[in-house]
């Protein structure tokens, strides 16, 4: 786990390769502390942070291969590593490293760009094929490790994270219109695009080539469902999907440092962690994070779990106080504006790990979308099933069942509660119909948008937009896949593995690691009949077989507890001084996003606790992170020639509360 | 013109830059989500001195600016 950063192109001069280099991967000093390295040849510049955890001696990037030919800056891990190399030892390859890297190197020797289909890994890499003067950008099949790219003066430029790529002179950052309307409706932007304007994404399973003048980007896998019907019916498959994740968890607990796990208390981190103990050559470590509100604190299952595993466990308390606190830090690392808190308490959960010396964690993430776990799934059954008979006063009352954390609710007759969810027949054929609720909720947002800005976006559809980039064979899939489709391709890697995930783990030099994401286990799971995942409505039904027996059954039965923490609950109780400041009118006016009025409105509404509805809360987490965005990325840079190293954004900004980070330091070149 | 006002500061946190005709669809237009029905219900209570019981919590008396003047013309005339 690491961060790489480079260029290719003739825009950068020979005698400042070096210093740029230096200056990018120094942007990413928290992504791999523990060395780093640099390679510049003609038109090519490579950067490289590591944070060692397989091949500790010898495993230093930009790595070469042995004749020198092809050359890689490579972030991530590649779990079946072990495997890929023996055979291609048995074909005759030599090692020189003990390193995956070195396993990516000779696989491309091989194979070339189909190298990357034998890979079951997290990564994100860029090679450099001296031979066939080729440059090839790739990334992981779920979108683990992220990878950004811009151009500039006919020179790509690339990076891990952003905030490396601001550090290249003339590399502005501005918040692009659009992302922000699609994070306002959907909670993320759709790839390629980003918060930046004028900076990309390469979208997770796909590469990006360049070679003979020409930049080609495409997809080298795609997550695929069967047509409807044509589920694969497996008489043993709660035997195969064990066996599958047993061996998930054994290659994921390669390294040559101790691995650890998170603990929610829920069945996915819970069966993770019971495999691994099982696994581990030692005592296994958990970590779990603590609130102070009942509604958002699980630590009696966590507690459960621990005990009933034996590991060494940990909690993270975290306080309202403590979000409002790290928010803009978070900010800065996720880079993004974003509609909740939730990824606050996961940094000082990382931040934990990371003080209790461990660098790689397992995560239960991706079971949720795989196995049907989230409530949007079962939400989408009732609502179809309500639609089919829209007078019935019976059927909408299940969907109290289904949400018993919201208040609201319960006092809702029939009624209101199918106008709520939309469960109307009419809606039955909409491509979106899983989502549409949560997408039209969220977008009512969008009310704060400044009379600019909501004249620049006009008539744009954030929906509409995302309906367009679904697959042809979408339509010819069951409902109930089609809804995981859009959680797994869009929801997974643009939020919940980057915000929730690389982002706020790499805050603290952590790399997660994700068993259920296996590609073997990712294929299974597409493939399984619907009703094995969703039985009625009880979410994740296989999951639960596979559980008996390693998970106690008070886990594997309590109701799901969906992750989420104080959000403007979070900045109420004592508000922080840089709320005033980039909630002011001015600063609103100044930023030129939102509706100042409006905003002031909604800011004493939630900080007097005087609603707890989630649109409003939403609203305000949206309108304070998307300030924050924009404090720490201001649209005129800093002096980039004078940071020497470190990146030189929202470092400056301080108050009473908060101050930003500043750990970065020069890079050896 | 209270239900109005009341709609427009709670609910569109003061912009009034589009139209809110008597009859529009509270729900349907996305003003107002389950949270926001009960914010209603509570100054409907509060300021008109009317009793709203579950059996009222339909569309048909809430659901948009005429309905709910009526439903609370209703409940004082009886």
């Given at each position: 786990?690491?961060?790489?950063?480079?260029?290719?192109?003739?825009?950068?001069?020979?005698?400042?390769?070096?210093?740029?280099?230096?200056?990018?991967?120094?942007?990413?000093y928290y992504r791999g502390p523990d060395d780093s390295g640099i390679h510049i040849e003609r038109d090519t510049g490579l950067a490289h942070r590591r944070l060692a955890i397989v091949g500790l001696s010898d495993g230093q990037q930009p790595m070469a291969s042995a004749e020198g030919s092809l050359v890689i800056s490579y972030n991530g891990e590649i779990f079946n590593y072990v495997e890929l190399r023996a055979a291609l030892i048995a074909k005759g390859r030599q090692f020189r490293t003990h390193s995956d890297t070195e396993v990516i190197l000779h696989l491309y020797d091989e194979m070339g760009p189909d190298c990357l289909s034998e890979l079951n890994g997290d990564f994100a890499f860029a090679l450099w094929d001296t031979k066939r003067q080729r440059m090839l950008l790739a990334r992981d099949r779920m979108g683990v490790r992220p990878l950004f790219y811009t151009e500039r003066a006919g020179t790509l430029f690339f990076a891990s994270e952003i905030k490396a790529l601001l550090t290249v002179p003339g590399i502005e950052a501005e918040l692009d219109p659009i992302a922000l309307d699609q994070i306002f409706t959907l909670w993320t932007p759709i790839t390629p695009r980003t918060a930046f304007r004028n900076i990309s994404e390469l979208p997770p399973g796909h590469l990006m080539l360049i070679e003979d003048g020409r930049r080609t980007v495409r997809p080298w896998w795609r997550l695929q469902f069967p047509e409807n019907g044509e589920e694969a019916q497996r008489p043993d498959a709660a035997e195969e999907l064990r066996a599958l994740l047993d061996d998930a968890t054994r290659i994921r607990l390669r390294a040559d440092v101790r691995v650890g796990s998170y603990l929610s208390g829920g069945l996915d981190s819970s069966l993770i962690s019971a495999l691994a103990a099982r696994a581990a050559p030692d005592r296994l470590r958990t970590f779990s994070v603590t609130f102070d509100t009942e509604e958002h604190d699980e630590s009696r299952w966590q507690a459960m779990m621990a005990e009933t595993l034996g590991t060494e466990h940990s909690a993270a308390p975290c306080r309202a106080g403590d979000i409002a606190r790290l928010f803009p830090d978070v900010v800065r690392h996720m880079e993004r504006p974003v509609l909740r808190t939730a990824p606050a308490p996961l940094h000082m959960l990382s931040g934990l790990v990371h003080h209790s010396g461990l660098k790689v964690v397992l995560t239960g993430e991706g079971a949720d979308e795989l196995f049907a776990g989230y409530d949007i799934f079962r939400e989408a059954r009732l609502r179809r099933f309500c639609g089919r008979q829209p007078g019935s006063k019976i059927r909408p009352q299940l969907f109290r069942r289904l949400y018993p954390y919201l208040p609201g609710l319960k006092r809702q007759s029939p009624e209101?509660?199918?106008?709520?969810f939309r469960a109307s027949a009419d809606e039955i054929g909409d491509p979106l119909f899983s989502h549409r609720p949560r997408f039209r909720s969220t977008a009512a947002a969008k009310l704060f948008f400044s009379a600019e800005l909501k004249a620049e976006l006009a008539d744009y559809d954030a929906a509409a937009d995302l309906a367009s980039q679904v697959p042809p064979e979408f339509s010819r899939w069951h409902p109930l896949h089609q809804a995981q489709y859009l959680e797994t391709a869009f929801l997974l890697p643009g939020y919940i593995l980057s915000a929730q995930?690389?982002?706020?783990?790499?805050?603290?030099?952590?790399?997660?690691?994700?068993?259920?994401l296996d590609p073997r286990i990712?294929?299974?799971?597409?493939?399984?009949?619907?009703d094995v995942k969703l039985r009625g409505l009880k979410e994740k039904h296989i999951l639960k077989t596979v559980a008996k027996g390693l998970v106690p059954d008070t886990i594997i039965e309590r109701p799901k507890q969906p992750y989420r923490a104080p959000d403007s609950q979070a900045f109420a109780g004592a508000p922080t001084a840089y709320l005033d400041e980039v909630l002011s009118r001015g600063a609103l006016a100044k930023g030129g996003?939102?509706?100042?009025?409006?905003?002031?409105?909604?800011?004493?509404?939630?900080?007097?606790?005087?609603?707890?509805?989630?649109?409003?809360?939403?609203?305000?987490?949206?309108?304070?992170?998307?300030?924050?965005?924009?404090?720490?990325?201001?649209?005129?840079?800093?002096?980039?020639?004078?940071?020497?190293?470190?990146?030189?954004?929202?470092?400056?900004?301080?108050?009473?509360?908060?101050?930003?980070?500043?750990?970065?330091?020069?890079?050896?070149? | 013109m209270e239900i109005r006002n009341f709609i427009v500061e709670n609910f569109l946190f003061g912009d009034d830059s589009q139209p809110l005709p008597d009859d529009l669809s509270l729900i349907e237009n996305d003003l107002v989500d389950s949270t926001g029905i009960l914010e209603l219900v509570s100054f409907v209570e509060e300021r008109f001195g009317v009793k709203v019981e579950d059996a009222d919590l339909v569309p048909a008396n809430l659901d948009s600016i005429g309905r709910i003047v009526d439903f609370i013309g209703r409940k004082q005339a009886a």
């Open positions: 786990m690491c961060g790489i950063a480079g260029y290719f192109g003739k825009s950068v001069a020979p005698t400042e390769a070096a210093t740029l280099l230096a200056r990018m991967a120094g942007a990413l209101y509660l199918a106008k709520f995930g690389d982002r706020v783990m790499m805050a603290n030099s952590i790399e997660g690691r994700f068993p259920f990712v294929e299974f799971a597409s493939h399984l009949p619907p996003l939102f509706n100042p009025a409006a905003v002031e409105k909604l800011k004493s509404k939630v900080l007097h606790q005087e609603s707890s509805s989630f649109r409003d809360d939403a609203a305000f987490v949206g309108i304070l992170s998307t300030q924050l965005w924009q404090a720490t990325f201001p649209a005129q840079t800093n002096d980039k020639r004078n940071t020497d190293g470190a990146d030189g954004h929202g470092r400056r900004h301080q108050d009473g509360n908060t101050q930003f980070h500043s750990r970065e330091l020069p890079v050896r070149g | -």
